[in-house]
């Protein structure tokens, strides 16, 4: 992401696979991907590392490394959605060497840093016929770029490229028959969230959303009193802003985008249990719910337990980036 990479990095993932690393605040997450024999995607690497301190996440990095064998292995690295903005707008009317500067100084008075001191880049968003050509773009300070380079090589990963938590997620669905369709996949963590909707390995749509994993644990603890959760009127709240976010989302995609509605709708797992969620998601609206599971969509030699899952989902999306998608 980012021209700062398209300068710095000029690696390519080789044929043994892709390894992703996802940075936390105080920890880490990083998995990694290879074709198996018949050259389907298998998972060889799956590990969530809680820091004590900010500066013990690079050491604990490199440790990782070290012990799994990944020196210099192709790495990707995801940015946490908090860490840069995600705006859609107009395509500006310019060449396409000449989008990505174009489209820095269009979103200059909506991001909360200075345009001269971030990292911009573009990518396209199907356009229905007739319909004007939008972009989007993701911007980030270029500090964020600068660290998150620097603790990753340190380490001894050869990163190549730098993806966000939308694209990953994009990643994710294409896993799932009902892409083909449209699916929509909804992933909560902290205090906020992010929603797509994807099909056919193009990413059509993606919402912030505000989440509390405090809230989210109260709705999953819920007893279903019939078919409804019960919760605080905090919780509640939070139910109905999903809720509404959700549905403006699929009414854009269905109407907007003109794509008709999605096949599937996809919780992707949470630190916090997502029953509650769920139930109260499936009654509301006019498509089934479900939770993604990553042993029925990866070969992997070891069943990896929900609590992982929710930790590495991220990196796991990171690492199934597409070979010839560009740096």
Same mark, same amino acid.
């Given at each position: 992401?980012?021209e ?5 990095l ?10 992703a690393v996802?940075?936390e605040?105080?920890g880490?997450?990083m998995? +990694?991907?290879?074709? @198996? ?5 298998? *998972?060889? $690497? ?5 820091c004590s301190? %900010?500066?013990?996440?690079?050491r ?29 707008i ?5 060449q ?18 200075r345009?001269?001191d ?8 199907p356009?229905?016929a007739?319909k ?11 500090s964020v770029i +600068?660290?998150?380079? @620097? ?5 001894? *990963?050869? $990163?190549?490229?730098i993806?966000?938590?939308?694209? %990953?997620?994009?990643?994710l ?8 369709r ?11 969230g992010v ?8 990413l059509y749509?993606?919402?912030r959303?505000?989440?509390d994993?405090?809230l989210?644990?109260?709705i999953g603890?819920s ?6 959760p019960?919760?605080?009127e905090?919780a ?6 999903l ?5 403006r ?7 907007q985008?003109e ?5 599937a709708?996809v919780?992707?797992p949470g ?6 969620l769920r139930?109260?998601l499936s ?7 479900s939770?993604l599971?990553?042993?029925a ?6 069943e990896?337990p ?6 590495c ?15």
């Amino acid at each position: 992401m980012g021209e700062l990479l398209l300068s710095m990095l000029k690696r390519k993932a080789t044929p043994e696979g892709i390894t992703a690393v996802v940075l936390e605040e105080r920890g880490f997450s990083m998995a +990694r991907i290879a074709p @198996d024999l018949s050259g389907r995607p298998s *998972l060889e $690497l799956c590990v969530f590392e809680d820091c004590s301190s %900010a500066s013990e996440v690079g050491r604990a990095l490199t440790s990782s490394v070290r012990a799994n064998k990944l020196g210099g292995a192709p790495c990707v690295a995801v940015l946490r959605s908090e860490l840069y903005s995600l705006r859609q707008i107009d395509a500006p009317a310019v060449q396409l060497d000449e989008m990505r500067e174009a489209a820095r100084w269009a979103i200059k008075d909506l991001i909360d840093f200075r345009v001269e001191d971030g990292v911009v880049d573009v990518f396209g968003v199907p356009a229905a016929a007739g319909k004007a050509k939008r972009i989007y773009v993701a911007a980030t300070p270029s500090s964020v770029i +600068r660290e998150v380079v @620097d603790t990753i090589e340190d380490a001894g *990963l050869a $990163l190549f490229a730098i993806d966000i938590t939308e694209l %990953a997620l994009r990643n994710l669905a294409v896993l799932l028959p009902e892409d083909r369709r449209g699916i929509a996949l909804m992933l909560l963590s902290g205090e906020s969230g992010v929603l797509t909707i994807t099909q056919s390995g193009k990413l059509y749509m993606a919402r912030r959303l505000h989440s509390d994993l405090e809230l989210i644990a109260e709705i999953g603890a819920s007893e279903p009193l019939d078919d409804k959760p019960q919760q605080s009127e905090e919780a509640e709240q939070l139910l109905k802003s999903l809720l509404l976010e959700t549905q403006r989302s699929l009414d854009y995609y269905e109407h907007q985008l003109e794509q008709g509605p999605v096949a599937a709708f996809v919780l992707v797992p949470g630190q916090e249990p997502l029953s509650g969620l769920r139930r109260y998601l499936s009654a509301n609206l006019l498509v089934e719910v479900s939770m993604l599971d990553i042993n029925a969509v990866l070969r992997s030699s070891d069943e990896l337990p929900q609590p992982l899952q929710a930790r590495c989902v991220t990196a796991i999306g990171g690492a199934l980036r597409p070979r010839d998608e560009a740096a």
